[in-house]
């Protein structure tokens, strides 16, 4: 349940006809301006280390019928290499050692019941990226990727383009994502079916305008559209009998998410506030706010980000903790149910050559914590390192 949830990306629908008129936008309002920034197309080296710890309250956490500790480890290494003024080509790779009690479960099932193995208990994924700025600052982007984990196998490919204008105080950009996934039809009783597509649709726009000299804007909407199977396979429902069954779901989910996002200059501070707000085709609805703090100390070379999250959802039509009878659509996940949510975290960012490299390098430590009304609770430590090559 939790594995697809987190470490799969959302995946989303066609858009051609938005794509031939963002495309139209980008050529015909573009305006001469500098050369590509070394930012953008740099040759970097970044890597980051990420723990996570999803606790259930001794099961009474979620969905109290159903176990939901989960643990993850992942590490993340991403290289870029610039090839010449206005190209550049990068490669990441993701990786990730999973634990969590719904997800072993069928997967110990599987194995002395069905005899479905061969996958590696954890999940992997793997990125290849080419990005072009021109001299106008017209941008465009290509990238493929291919991820599999134990009941899931997914290839994606996507391309993005950017423009900016009246001398780099607006920037548009629009980004497009399509993903061909397999679902393993493994059942929480550890029964086989043959598997299952999942195709994915996904298109992000954006907006980001500066205001003042101190203060700019970031506007953003992403609409997705999936179709196949929707549910997680080894998910399972509780019925008043006491008998389980297979988790149940439309094999076509619709989302949007539009959100706004105002980030102001305070001296050498600076402060950042979203507001967001989801909406999809299972009647779920959702709305976040954000607020972080930027402190810089010791000329700059020392960030403190403290943030705060809330985020609150209505419950899918579909979800209920326990069933009288089969329905057409079911689910326990509690991920679809109604919570409230309150996440709060600081990161620690430090800026430094000669540690590693005699380029200035980035490194930062960071600890979050996120409690839900449901009594499930999250922890996550991050540490990244981030250098120019």
Request: hydrophobic share 35%; proline share 3%.
């Amino acid at each position: 349940m939790l594995l697809t949830r987190l470490i799969t990306a959302v995946r989303p629908a066609y858009l051609l006809r938005i794509l031939t008129i963002a495309c139209a936008i980008a050529v015909t309002t573009a305006v001469q301006a500098a050369a590509p920034t070394t930012d953008e197309l740099d040759s970097i080296f970044a890597a980051r280390g990420i723990v996570y710890q999803q606790e259930d309250d001794g099961g009474s956490g979620g969905n109290p019928t159903i176990e939901e500790d989960a643990t993850i480890y992942e590490g993340i290494l991403l290289f870029q290499q610039r090839l010449n003024e206005n190209n550049a080509a990068s490669f990441k790779a993701v990786g990730d050692l999973v634990t969590a009690a719904s997800y072993d479960d069928a997967r110990d099932k599987a194995e002395t019941v069905s005899g479905a193995t061969g996958y590696n208990p954890g999940r992997f994924n793997l990125e290849g990226r080419w990005k072009y700025r021109s001299n106008s600052r017209t941008g465009f982007t290509l990238h493929t990727s291919y991820g599999q984990e134990y009941a899931y196998r997914s290839t994606g490919y996507g391309f993005g383009i950017s423009q900016s204008l009246n001398e780099e105080s607006t920037q548009l950009s629009a980004d497009f994502q399509f993903y061909d996934d397999t679902v393993r039809m493994i059942r929480y009783d550890g029964s086989k079916e043959t598997d299952e597509p999942r195709d994915t649709a996904t298109g992000a726009f954006s907006l980001t305008q500066t205001l003042s000299p101190v203060s700019l804007m970031n506007l953003s909407w992403v609409y997705s559209r999936q179709r196949g199977m929707l549910a997680t396979s080894f998910n399972s429902v509780l019925f008043d009998n006491g008998e389980r069954g297979f988790e149940v779901l439309p094999d076509e989910r619709v989302r949007n998410t539009v959100s706004v996002r105002y980030k102001h200059a305070i001296g050498d501070d600076s402060v950042q506030l979203g507001l967001s707000h989801y909406q999809d085709s299972w009647e779920l609805d959702a709305q976040a706010f954000e607020a972080r703090y930027f402190y810089r100390l010791n000329d700059g070379q020392l960030t403190l980000e403290p943030s705060y999250r809330f985020y609150t959802q209505t419950a899918t039509e579909y979800f209920s903790e326990q069933f009288r009878a089969p329905q057409t659509y079911q689910t326990s996940d509690s991920d679809l149910g109604h919570f409230d949510g309150h996440s709060a975290g600081l990161v620690l960012s430090y800026r430094k050559a000669g540690w590693f490299t005699k380029a200035p390098s980035d490194y930062d430590i960071g600890f979050n914590f996120y409690r839900r009304s449901d009594d499930l609770n999250f922890y996550w430590l991050t540490l990244g390192w981030y250098t120019a090559l």
